[in-house]
Each structure stands twice: as structure tokens, then as C-alpha cells.
């Protein structure tokens, strides 16, 4: 049987070195997959697709198998939060209104010279197929990276620490593992999001799918809305300022709705406990 402490394996320096698996896992699948396009000739756009699958796959399996040798735990919930009518709604609106209330960190920050030649790179690799690049950005992300970083994860470090912790904590690696360390604030804010969300719908994985998935559907629709690809260079000035303090707004408002409805759902279950009791 095993004792209390093996299932609160996760520790926050156990995460430390769940970043060294991570770049890991990323260099592993990314030689692979360069040795199979040079052998097989891969179109580049089916080669990213390929790696994309083989580096969650890899990293939920070896993630997945330390959490069942620790703790014996194989189960993942699937199931959405009871009572979650009104919490699917408001979490994407609150989502959306955060990404697009947080662009002035993804616009006006200052970037070195080095890291824009690192973009120019990235976006030198991404597929030139859209139907790839929605598949890329809308199923494949989203499910492997919350199956890994909000069910794996996230779910660790909760039956350890408290949730502030665990959702601060999983936040800060979704952000370095994620982003270049001058995107690192906004990547970790929405990180944030999506952890409270996935404690407050009761660890629920498929809520949190929904979620990310929503998200980039808007990034993969943004440049088909806007000529120049983003908002900021699609709109006059001030239009911009006035649709970034609006979104702000609506989080804001979303926000306080689902803090009211997680709080009604826990006193709820609590009431429910206390009669079995």
C-alpha cells in the first residue's frame, strides 16, 4: 500500500527537474523526426505535425509512468464540472478577454535584437498548410498540453501543496517551457487562468481542453480577421486602447461571476458531505 507522502510525490524541486524532461522530451522527438524527413523525404509542414505528436506523446507517457510508479494514480478526469452551464461560457469569454487584454505585453515589450532573430526562425518552421496549422493549434496543443501541464502536472503538485501554490507553481513552468523569456509574463497569466479553472471545475481535463483550445482557435483565426495579422496593426491607436481596456473589463466582470458560481458549487458539495457524514 502506498504511504501519504509517495502520493504527494510532486514537489516543487521534482519540478525543477520536470523542465530538464520537457526540453528533453523536445530535443528527443526533434532529432527523430529530422532523422525521418531526411530518410524519408517528410514535407516540412507533415514533419512538424509529427514531431508535435511524438513530443506530447513521449512526455505525457514518461510523466504518466512516474505519477503510476509513485502514487499507483492511473485515472484522469474527463468528466466536466457538475452544474457547469453557465461556467463553460464565462471561463472562454474570460479567456478571450484575457489574451486579448494582455496584448500590450505581447506588443510594446521591448525585444533584444537576438530574440527577434529567434522569431524570424520559428516562424520560418511553421506549416504553410492551414488545415495542418488547425490541427497544430486547435486539437494537438491543447489536448497534449493539458493532459501533461493541468492533469499531470498541476494535479501533482494540488495533493501537495495548496492551490495557490500548485496553480502559481505549474503556471511558471507552462511559461518557461513555453515562450521566450520576454513573453514569459503573459504566457504565465494565461498559465494562471488556466489552472484556476482546472482546480475550480474539480481537476476537470476536458474543461481545460475546451479552454486552451478556444484560445487558439482565436490566435489561428486572428490573422484571417486582420490584414496585417494582428490587432495592433490592424486598428488605429486609440481603437486599440479602447479594445484592451473593454477586454480587461469583461475578464474582470467574467471573473467575479465565476468566483460567485465556484463558491455556490463548493458550498454545495460541502452541504452534501456534511449530510453523509
Request: some cysteine; glycine content about 4%; aromatic content about 12%.
Amino acid at each position: 500500500m502506498l504511504s501519504k507522502e509517495n502520493k504527494r510525490y510532486l514537489s516543487i524541486p521534482f519540478s525543477i527537474g520536470i523542465v530538464g524532461i520537457i526540453f528533453a522530451s523536445m530535443i528527443v522527438s526533434g532529432s527523430i523526426i529530422v532523422f525521418i524527413k531526411r530518410c524519408a523525404g517528410l514535407d516540412n509542414d507533415i514533419a512538424l505535425l509529427l514531431e508535435l505528436i511524438l513530443d506530447n506523446s513521449l512526455l505525457f507517457s514518461v510523466l504518466y509512468f512516474i505519477r503510476k510508479k509513485k502514487t499507483g494514480i492511473k485515472k484522469i478526469n474527463f468528466s466536466l464540472a457538475p452544474n457547469s452551464k453557465w461556467v463553460i461560457p464565462f471561463t472562454i469569454i474570460a479567456a478571450l478577454s484575457l489574451s486579448y487584454g494582455i496584448t500590450p505585453l505581447w506588443d510594446f515589450m521591448p525585444m533584444p535584437d537576438f530574440m527577434n532573430t529567434i522569431l524570424e526562425m520559428t516562424n520560418e518552421n511553421e506549416p504553410d498548410n492551414p488545415l495542418i496549422t488547425f490541427a497544430i493549434m486547435v486539437i494537438i496543443v491543447p489536448i497534449g498540453e493539458e493532459l501533461i501541464y493541468r492533469s499531470i502536472i498541476l494535479d501533482g503538485l494540488l495533493d501537495r501543496y495548496s492551490a495557490k501554490v500548485a496553480i502559481i507553481v505549474s503556471a511558471l513552468i507552462f511559461s518557461i517551457t513555453h515562450a521566450l523569456l520576454i513573453q514569459l509574463l503573459p504566457v504565465f497569466l494565461l498559465g494562471l487562468f488556466l489552472g484556476w479553472v482546472y482546480y475550480c471545475t474539480n481537476r476537470s481535463t476536458t474543461h481545460a481542453i475546451i479552454l486552451h483550445a478556444i484560445l487558439n482557435l482565436s490566435g489561428f483565426l486572428e490573422p484571417y480577421f486582420f490584414r496585417e495579422g494582428a490587432l495592433v496593426k490592424a486598428v488605429d491607436t486609440w481603437v486599440y486602447i479602447s479594445i484592451v481596456i473593454v477586454c480587461n473589463a469583461i475578464f474582470v466582470l467574467c471573473f467575479w461571476q465565476l468566483l460567485k458560481i465556484f463558491r455556490k458549487q463548493k458550498s454545495l458539495q460541502t452541504e452534501v458531505k456534511k449530510a453523509y457524514e
